[in-house]
């Protein structure tokens, strides 16, 4: 199975900041990586689809890139509602597989 | 727009069967473009994909290695639902159990989660 690994697994910051999370696959999956977003007993939403696709209704101070390996997801400034835990999750090969996530907390 | 609906039980005894239905609306079961999965989250395993059922011109599953000896996934077409069937479950498979829609690779649409609790 393909693994994902996310950097790093916990991170503080504050309203404003610019944050980036970074998740690297464990061989190439060119751009089949997806970003959810996850609130306390809350399922996963969908933030970013095929790396850098932004879906249907997330705010565009999220962003993705990356190819290949090494993939970022990037908040350009928070907002109260972003505290959250945040996956990845690779869709190249069965069984697609998540990463173990980043926690952004309030600083 | 899609909503899936979970139920059932919330208490399974150890090496009894856990049963759990997704109710489709807004799309189909039978959709020859998307494909209907079971998703778990526990503290030990994070989250980790089951299985999936899915239609193109008849219907196929696809179980994860870990539970492939334990697991059924079924469609219903006459109710728009799916279910998932995990037999003689142990304390280890305590978890939040999903329903969700995988379309064009990526897991669009969830249910709103089942905690399922594994204990005599």
């Known amino acids: 199975d393909i693994q994902v690994t996310h950097s790093p697994s916990s991170l503080s910051a504050s309203v404003g900041d610019r944050v980036t999370i970074t998740c690297r696959a464990s061989?190439?999956?060119?751009?089949?990586l997806n970003w959810y977003q996850q609130k306390p007993g809350k399922a996963p939403n969908l933030l970013i689809y095929?790396?850098?696709s932004l879906q249907s209704g997330v705010p565009s101070r999220f962003s993705g890139s990356g190819s290949g390996t090494d993939f970022t997801l990037t908040i350009s400034s928070l907002q109260p509602e972003d505290f959250a835990t945040y996956y990845c999750q690779q869709s190249y090969s069965a069984p697609y597989t998540f990463g173990q996530g980043t926690k952004l907390e309030i600083k | 727009q899609v909503q899936l609906q979970q139920s059932g039980p919330g208490l399974v005894k150890p090496s009894q069967t856990l049963s759990l239905t997704c109710a489709i609306s807004g799309d189909s079961v039978s959709s020859n473009s998307v494909a209907w999965n079971w998703i778990r989250q526990s503290p030990s395993r994070g989250l980790e994909w089951l299985g999936r059922t899915y239609y193109r011109s008849k219907w196929y599953n696809d179980y994860a290695v870990s539970v492939k000896s334990r697991i059924i996934i079924n469609p219903d077409t006459s109710k728009n639902q799916f279910s998932l069937q995990l037999n003689s479950v142990t304390p280890e498979d305590t978890a939040v159990y999903y329903c969700?829609?995988?379309?064009?690779?990526?897991?669009?649409?969830w249910g709103q989660g089942n905690l399922v609790t594994v204990s005599s």
């Open positions: 969700a829609r995988l379309s064009s690779s990526c897991y669009d649409y």
């Open positions: 061989q190439s999956i060119n751009n089949f």
């Open positions: 095929a790396a850098s």
